[in-house]
């Protein structure tokens, strides 16, 4: 199952989170006190194809609020923490990095046609996502 040290690869590791960071407490506070732009910089390299980078950063935090602030806001790393949680979700139930990409970047039926992506900006898409996702942790179809 995925677990804290999943998503906290994702966010950049505690090199871009912070060394304290030990336990899933730790990350929570590590979130709740506003995260360094760069753990929203390392999960949108790894879940974004190169042209849609940018295009998703901002979607995650505003560009001029990206630009203006080191560490990103509580809500802005919430909403970062949820994407890497997703991204490494599908990292896990794929067990490659190229076929969680396609299925986060590919519309869904269950999804109303939309992709992953993009219902996972929101703290209740991101719950539908995962809720597809688990069906495959358990050999279900995705």
């Known amino acids: 199952m995925v677990g804290y040290q999943d998503v906290l690869a994702l ?27 760069a753990a929203l910089d390392h999960v949108v390299e790894y879940a974004a194809p190169p042209a849609e980078r940018a295009k998703l950063r901002n979607r995650v935090v505003p560009r001029a609020s990206y630009q203006r602030r080191r560490r990103l806001s509580a809500a802005h790393s919430a909403a970062t923490e949820r994407l890497a949680r997703v991204a490494a979700m599908a990292r896990w139930v794929w067990e490659d990095d190229q076929k969680a990409r396609q299925f986060l970047w590919r519309t869904h039926p269950e999804l109303r046609g939309r992709r992953p992506i993009d219902v996972a900006l929101t703290e209740l898409g991101a719950r539908e996502v995962e809720e597809i996702l688990a069906r495959g942790i358990h050999g279900l179809p995705v």
């Open 11 to 37: 966010l950049g590791g505690r090199a871009a989170v912070g060394k304290g960071v030990k336990t899933v407490a730790d990350l929570d506070a590590a979130v709740s006190a506003g995260l360094p732009r």
